[in-house]
């Protein structure tokens, strides 16, 4: 992983997103993978669904540019608040600078849980929510989508397939130049 990471460094990359067919988290070498990534001085975006965010406390601060945290319905409401929490507490040590929810809407609508997710939002240091109807849904959701409580944090949407709020506190100048690599 040295040279790829190396490789990746030599040839300008300034971004990797962490991701995968499953939870980055759960990887047992994650914290060193972050570690090395840090070491060239390449930016980490990290995409989790939140339950194991209490394994990056150990990291130096400004270790993960941004972090994306996947809700979706389904999802035990009890841990909702718990995620936020740990979010938060990284957060304020400034291992992550910031972080965002992103919620799939299915055809088993939670609006608890929805209801849940926007209160967890206003009332802690996320940046924004996203919400996108699962692709493979079968039914429409303007109606409830539009009645959606907009905040400064939370945005309406347009069109109810797609809902996003990019980082405000991003350069936007320096983001559209920035070369991401996604492993």
């Known amino acids: 992983l040295n040279s790829i990471v190396?490789?990746?460094s030599k040839q300008g990359t300034e971004a990797i997103t962490i991701s995968g067919g499953g939870e980055p988290l759960l990887y047992n070498h994650i914290l060193?993978?972050?570690r090395?990534?840090?070491s060239y001085s390449i930016d980490?975006?990290?995409v989790t669904n939140g339950t194991k965010l209490n394994s990056l406390k150990t990291l130096e601060r400004h270790s993960i540019e941004w972090c994306r945290i996947s809700f979706g319905d389904g999802r035990n409401i009890d841990e909702v608040e718990d995620i936020f929490e740990q979010a938060d507490l990284l957060y304020q040590r400034e291992i992550i600078k910031l972080y965002g929810i992103s919620y799939v809407i299915t055809d088993e609508v939670d609006i608890q849980l929805i209801e849940r997710v926007i209160q967890c939002v206003r009332n802690h240091a996320a940046c924004y929510v996203k919400f996108i109807?699962?692709?493979n849904s079968e039914r429409a959701y303007p109606d409830y989508i539009e009645k959606i409580d907009c905040t400064k944090k939370i945005i309406t949407?347009?069109?109810p397939c797609l809902i996003e709020e990019l980082f405000r506190a991003w350069n936007d100048d320096r983001r559209r130049?920035?070369?991401?690599t996604w492993i």
């Not at 130049?177 to 991401?180: A, I, P």
């Open 6 to 8: 190396q490789n990746l």
């Open 32 to 34: 060193e993978t972050i």
């Open 36 to 38: 090395l990534i840090n």
């Open 44 to 46: 980490i975006g990290l």
């Open 133 to 135: 109807v699962d692709e």
């Open 157 to 159: 949407p347009i069109h």
């Open 177 to 180: 130049r920035r070369r991401e």
